[in-house]
């Protein structure tokens, strides 16, 4: 069964960094494209950023470019997020999981995903 297993949220001051970690099932990263994603209170679940299987090419949504970087370690079985440059606007639980309907990420699209983890907590304050 696949399963995925996110660490590393916390609080971080604005303007700050934090890099989150999705540990995944074994063999997972050579099948399904992983992607972020993240939630606010009382807003909907936004894709923020995927890394295919094969080739590990990325992608990010606009709200994020340029500040997140998303890698995998095939070795660890694990897909990471940097953050870095946060602001209030990043305060979310962040999930992460996998398309099983692609391997190469154009786009993230919430309904081609499944196996989500359970979450962790991303505030930013001072």
């Known amino acids: 069964q696949v399963q995925f297993v996110e660490s590393g949220g916390g609080l971080v001051q604005p303007g700050g960094s934090l890099t989150l970690s999705c540990a995944v099932s074994?063999?997972?990263?050579?099948?399904?494209?992983i992607g972020w994603f993240r939630q606010a209170p009382g807003k909907e679940r936004e894709g923020v950023s995927c890394?295919?299987?094969?080739?590990?090419?990325?992608y990010y949504s606009d709200s994020v470019k340029g500040r997140f970087t998303i890698s995998k370690d095939k070795a660890k079985n694990t897909v990471y997020l940097q953050l870095n440059s946060v602001s209030a606007e990043d305060t979310a639980v962040y999930y992460c999981?996998?398309?099983?309907?692609?391997?190469?990420?154009?786009?993230?699209?919430?309904?081609?995903?499944?196996?989500w983890g359970q979450g962790t907590q991303v505030t930013v304050s001072s």
């Open positions: 999981a996998a398309n099983l309907m692609r391997r190469r990420c154009v786009a993230i699209i919430d309904h081609e995903y499944s196996y």
């Open positions: 074994e063999f997972a990263l050579d099948y399904y494209a």
């Open positions: 890394i295919s299987s094969g080739d590990s090419s990325t």
